[in-house]
């Protein structure tokens, strides 16, 4: 597949852990933020978002939380499984303008060990 | 995402040639997207439209154009190509209100010499 980055930050993960990606973001006005994964080859997909105004959000196996005092952002995935591994990204919105544009992080490859 | 097709899938063009980029869906979305992913980095927004008639520059629209043909259709263009520009391509849409779930194309691979 596609090489999306060759020098992104890497956790490894045992098969069955849970794994932690964070994100640190750094406009505190942004309303919206996103989390995606993407698979070699392919484009990114959507796993889950948050409000500004929440600082937890459950997903199928998936967790994300919010602490705005330090502007991070983290997904928390429950049972990690070799489908997991992927690179993926935190987004948030364009805040201030109404076009509702998205802001992509750079990434964290996810590598998880049989 | 079957739904959003790009095409060609992969392109090795030399500098000054012009090259369209073509993304189809059939997902009945009135966004569309064009972002760039270069090795490193996130994805970067060239281009966006909200629907036919709405085409909005992103973040770095220079060097490319667009054209939304239809509201399935919406076509990235290199008026003179350069090496820089070498880098993975994704179209994307969204529905009108919910923007921050965006539906990704495979993605293009352009590679100019």
């Known amino acids: 597949g596609e090489s999306v980055g060759l020098h992104l930050p890497t956790l490894s993960v045992q098969e069955g852990d849970n794994s932690i990606i964070n994100c640190a973001y750094s406009?505190?006005?942004?309303?919206?933020f996103i989390w995606y994964k993407q698979e070699s080859g392919k484009g990114p997909q959507f796993i889950i978002d948050?409000?500004?105004?929440?600082d937890k959000r459950q997903g199928q196996r998936v967790t994300v939380l919010l602490n705005k005092t330090v502007k991070h952002l983290s997904l928390q995935i429950a049972a990690t499984q070799p489908g997991d591994s992927a690179v993926y990204f935190c987004?948030?919105?364009?805040?201030?303008?109404?076009?509702?544009?998205?802001?992509f992080g750079s990434g964290t490859r996810l590598l998880v060990r049989p | 995402d079957a739904d959003v097709t790009q095409t060609p899938r992969n392109r090795i063009t030399k500098t000054g040639k012009r090259i369209m980029l073509e993304c189809s869906q059939t997902?009945?979305?009135?966004?569309m997207y064009w972002y760039r992913q270069d090795p490193g980095l996130g994805l970067r927004l060239i281009y966006y439209?909200?629907?036919?008639?709405?085409?909005n520059k992103g973040e770095i629209s220079d060097g490319y154009s667009v054209s939304r043909q239809a509201q399935a259709k919406f076509s990235l263009s290199l008026e003179s190509a350069i090496p820089n520009q070498t880098a993975l391509y994704f179209c994307?849409?969204?529905?009108?209100?919910?923007?921050?779930?965006?539906?990704f194309g495979p993605g293009t691979r352009l590679t100019v010499l």
């Open positions: 987004a948030e919105n364009n805040p201030g303008d109404s076009s509702y544009k998205l802001i």
């Open positions: 439209s909200f629907d036919v008639k709405d085409i």
């Open positions: 997902k009945g979305h009135d966004r």
């Open positions: 406009n505190s006005a942004s309303d919206y």
């Open positions: 948050i409000r500004s105004n929440m």
């Open positions: 994307a849409t969204s529905v009108r209100d919910t923007y921050n779930e965006q539906f």
